[in-house]
């Protein structure tokens, strides 16, 4: 019933830059919290950053200050700008979104198929 796909992703030099978007489609009444997740080879998923339907946003330690999340209700859509990339940034991005289906009582929470971005020169 509703679909997330993501797009933006590839190969970038270390200290570039890359802007990640998530579009969500399908029977959408309402989208509370949306999210970035990355994982990389060998590691579990982790959080990148997430931002309220409010616009409160929450960001990973390890991206703080290089990473921007934000989001287009008009649209169903959540970005994630990537400045400053580092090789350990490297991952398969994963955006999600709780989201209120047309006809539902409650928020469920949906995932992409994932983006991989790889940093390296």
């Known amino acids: 019933q509703v679909q997330l796909v993501e797009s933006g992703g590839g190969l970038v030099q270390p200290g570039g830059s890359l802007r990640l978007s998530c579009a969500a489609s399908?029977?959408?009444?309402?989208?509370?919290?949306m999210g970035w997740y990355r994982q990389a080879p060998g590691k579990e998923r982790e959080l990148v950053a997430t931002?309220?339907?409010?616009?409160?946003?929450n960001y990973a330690d390890s991206v703080k200050g290089r990473f921007t999340i934000s989001r287009d209700n008009a649209k169903n859509t959540v970005y994630l700008q990537m400045n400053s990339l580092k090789p350990e940034d490297t991952a398969a991005y994963y955006c999600n979104a709780w989201v209120k289906t047309i006809g539902a009582t409650i928020h469920a929470l949906y995932w992409g198929q994932g983006t991989q971005v790889t940093v390296s020169s």
């Open positions: 931002i309220s339907s409010g616009y409160n946003t």
């Open positions: 399908g029977r959408i009444f309402s989208i509370n919290a």
